[in-house]
């Protein structure tokens, strides 16, 4: 069988280019750059994310004899090309931006400079792979700007597009500053830390609602979290009062209780004045259902007194932004600049670094997009990260990418941290890129005007 992460996972146009690359023996330098054009509606930043996963395909990138089986038999290549793919790694560089890292409009986050055939066969992964965590990421970031003091939590998979947008949404979200999530494989395989409460079920599967909590802390006395609202939220709670005094007896600890359905903000008010009374002023309120950045916002501008929050399908699907007007184009092929011409969509052609300055109180103050090789006025974004398809150290942890995300939110300026956006921030294009732009534009000029001579 053919695995899910298969270097056959990409568009057909990739295999075709492929095979023509071949056939024509074009086998030189090229330069491609992922880059986002444009922020959703409301947004101020995006978070980079994904790039652990862009590296780990860039050096696993081998056709294995299942997929070689398939191209002999697809009537689709010519025989000479399966040979090619079975020799086929990748043995180019890599420069990114780290991951966490807070960037804008037009500026590459990745650059990948090797042979044509190579860059080009993994297009389609690696924009597969970078725009769902960048996403996911910002989302994440955006709610935890919403409620910098809540405990938040990733509870999206069963809502998530597929496994692997499951388990990415949790990674990318625990870099975008999350506390954790419900996935169980994140912890696993990210060491994400993963929180959980029970279902609804658990409780309807017995005759009596404190026998289904007493049960289920007898056998899960750590961390102990209720559902309250299967049946009557307010009589819950106050029933819950006797059933956390018996168990405080044993030396159990009730740390929370959770909200699900109906009006949150409400029930958060009743259910905290409930629980006062009775002596459990230290019991958490968790809130889940239905939830985003904006609703967390008003919920919170209401004063209501929740302590955390389990967003789910609004996250893992990004739900108000479900995809990026991203793109991964050539700007350098054989020595010379590239550039896409295209309405609306013209590319910057050469080799390029991102520059970022800061004002005096350490907050973002704009960006230059540069040739690499200009002098730097300020801190190179842009890191080499891979040379000849192999690491150039190893990449940071998760847990120092969401350190470095942290750093970054705190130094965008405030409103740019709003989720109605505020002003653009300033991205600049140097003299010499431009100056770049304008010779690609005078070359390929010259000879499409040649070819039609000869036409």
């Known amino acids: 069988m053919i695995p899910a992460n298969a270097l056959l996972l990409t568009d057909l146009y990739e295999l075709a280019m492929l095979e023509a690359y071949h056939a024509n023996r074009m086998e030189n330098e090229a330069v491609f750059d992922f880059f986002v054009r444009e922020l959703p509606p409301g947004y101020g930043f995006l978070v980079a994310a994904g790039l652990e996963q862009v590296l780990a395909t860039l050096q696993s990138a081998q056709f294995s004899d299942e997929e070689l089986a398939w191209v002999a038999d697809s009537g689709h290549f010519g025989d000479a090309f399966l040979d090619y793919l079975r020799a086929f790694r990748f043995t180019g560089s890599v420069h990114a931006m780290r991951e ?51 405990q938040l939590v990733d509870f999206g998979l069963r809502r998530a597009h597929g496994a692997e947008a499951g388990l990415m949404a949790a990674r990318a979200s625990w870099l975008g500053g999350f506390a954790g999530s419900a996935t169980v494989l994140a912890a696993a395989r990210f060491g994400v830390p993963i929180f959980g409460t029970m279902a609804h079920s658990f409780i309807e599967a017995h005759d009596d609602e404190m026998l289904a909590f007493e049960h289920f802390a007898r056998a899960r006395p750590d961390h102990l979290v209720f559902l309250i609202d299967t049946y009557d939220t307010e009589g819950s709670a ?41 002596g459990l002023d230290e019991v958490h309120i968790f809130a889940s259902g239905g939830l985003d950045e904006h609703r967390i916002a008003a919920l919170l501008a209401g004063g209501a007194p929740i302590d955390g929050f389990g967003i789910g399908s609004r996250l893992d699907t990004s739900a108000n932004a479900p995809y990026l007007d991203c793109a991964y184009k050539l700007t350098e092929y054989a020595g010379q600049p590239r550039r896409k011409h295209s309405e609306h969509k013209a590319t910057w052609p050469g080799r390029k670094q991102v520059v970022r300055r800061y004002d005096a109180a350490g907050r973002m103050a704009g960006d230059r997009i540069q040739r690499h090789d200009e002098p730097a006025d300020g801190e190179s974004l842009l890191e080499p990260v891979m040379d000849y398809g192999e690491l ?64």
């Open 238 to 278: 106050r029933r819950l009062i006797g059933l956390a005094q018996r168990l405080a007896e044993d030396g159990i600890r009730v740390q929370g209780v959770r909200l699900d359905s109906g009006d949150l903000a409400e029930h958060a008010r009743q259910v905290r004045a409930i629980l006062d009374e009775g």
């Open 392 to 455: 150039k150290q190893p990449a940071p942890t998760l847990a120092e990418s969401r350190d470095h995300c942290a750093l970054q939110l705190s130094r965008l300026p405030p409103a740019l941290r709003a989720l109605d956006a505020a002003p653009d921030y300033p991205v600049e294009i140097s003299d010499r890129i431009q100056a770049l732009a304008r010779e690609a534009d005078v070359r390929i000029t010259q000879q499409q005007l040649a070819g039609h001579g000869k036409g």
């Open 100 to 150: 966490g890292t807070v960037f804008f409009p037009d500026e590459p986050i990745l650059r990948v400079t090797a042979p044509i055939p190579q860059a080009q066969l993994l297009e389609t992964r690696i924009i597969n792979l970078l725009q769902y965590q960048i996403l996911i990421a910002t989302k994440a970031a955006r709610c935890v700007a919403a409620a910098p003091d809540k």
